[in-house]
């Protein structure tokens, strides 16, 4: 039997998690992505803290959906709260989710804004 979209997410997110985890000197930036917003936090795994966070429920309160443009603005806030941090590197953990879309438009807005993975 198949499994469901969700059951697949959360296996392959299981084997990225397994391969990085966030240091001190380079945290994780971790993407979560609903039918209604997008959110990303930079966290550091050794600690268990969350060192900066951005969403588009931020700037985008009013609206239901989101779209790519917003999601490049999630990832340009996300590297300006991370440099007011001190963050430069990064590790971009996608959550299981493919590398395109949504989720490729929030790692380029967070490179423009500076944060190197």
């Known amino acids: 039997m198949a499994t469901s979209k969700l059951n697949r997410r ?3 997110r299981k084997g990225i998690r397994k391969k990085i985890s966030g240091t001190p000197t380079k945290p994780r930036v971790s993407v979560y992505k609903s039918n209604r917003a997008i959110y990303a936090q930079i966290i550091d795994d050794v600690n268990g803290v969350t060192l900066a966070a951005a969403s588009s429920k931020e700037f ?11 999601c490049k603005v999630v990832g340009q ?3 300006e709260k991370a440099k007011t941090a001190g963050i430069e590197d990064v ?10 879309g949504r989720i490729k ?13």
Do not use: M, P, Q, W
């Not at 971009?92 to 989710?97: K, L, N, P, T, V």
């Open 60 to 70: 985008n309160a009013d609206k239901k959906n989101y779209n790519l443009e917003d």
């Open 10 to 12: 959360f296996r392959i």
């Open 77 to 79: 806030k996300l590297a």
């Open 91 to 100: 590790v971009f953990d996608r959550s299981g989710y493919r590398y395109h």
């Open 105 to 117: 438009n929030l790692a380029e807005g967070a490179r423009e804004g500076g944060l190197k993975f």
